[in-house]
């Protein structure tokens, strides 16, 4: 059972499941995305055309799990909006991926209290350990994806935290993160610094009325 108040001491990362990566997905067919827009989204006009495209873009997705460039390409030119507003819907919500979500997801929490605690230093060193440019993104090896979570997770007592494959983790500074990552890649050998890490790692989940306002 998880010690509490947890102990901020230890710079040890949990010993957090770890899962292969998946087979890499088939990609989308641009044929398919363009059939979508010639059948579901024909706007009337540039204000209108502004408007499908989020939702067109939603759409790709749910069936895809994913938006690739080529796929926006071809939602930009079917209504004339311009590629740069499409890139930036699909860079800009929290829903929309540019890449295949990988089986082990990093979500970092950036609310006000993490943010202030540090959170935003903490995911420019992920993004740059990882390779990757934004969130909601997925490593190059294909294990890891990072998303990011701009509410409160409602344990700002423990922050700057995350959520790892579901599993919340508080007290976070560089090197936690690093073992964190480490452990997520297949870097070491699992199991060896999960139980001294108990005492900090796995938290109860805070009621909302316990957040820091």
């Not at 055309?49 to 994913?66: F, K, P, R, S, V």
């Not at 993004?127 to 990011?148: A, M, N, W, Y």
């Not at 007592?157 to 500074?173: E, T």
Request: proline share 8%; charged share 25%; glycine share 10%.
């Amino acid at each position: 059972m998880a010690q509490w108040p947890p102990d901020r001491t230890p710079n040890v990362a949990p010993d957090l499941p770890t899962i292969p990566p998946s087979a890499p997905p088939d990609p989308i067919d641009p044929g398919w995305v363009k059939g979508l827009m010639e059948e579901e989204y024909n706007a009337r006009d540039w204000r209108e055309a502004n408007e499908l495209a989020l939702l067109a873009l939603m759409d790709i997705q749910e069936h895809w799990g994913y938006v690739s460039e080529d796929a926006a390409a071809v939602v930009a030119d079917h209504l004339g909006v311009e590629l740069q507003r499409v890139y930036s819907l699909v860079t800009f919500y929290a829903d929309l991926r540019t890449t295949p979500r990988a089986g082990n997801v990093y979500i970092a929490c950036d609310g006000a209290a993490c943010h202030t605690l540090g959170s935003g230093e903490l995911v420019d060193r992920i993004f740059d350990r990882l390779g990757i440019t934004h969130k909601g993104q997925t490593s190059p090896d294909g294990r890891v994806t990072v998303e990011l979570w701009s509410g409160c997770m409602g344990a700002c007592q423990i922050g700057p935290m995350a959520s790892v494959n579901g599993r919340h983790v508080g007290f976070l500074n560089p090197e936690k993160v690093d073992r964190i990552l480490d452990q997520l890649q297949g870097r070491e050998a699992g199991g060896r610094a999960g139980r001294q890490a108990e005492s900090w790692a796995e938290v109860p989940r805070a009621n909302k009325g316990s957040a820091i306002r």
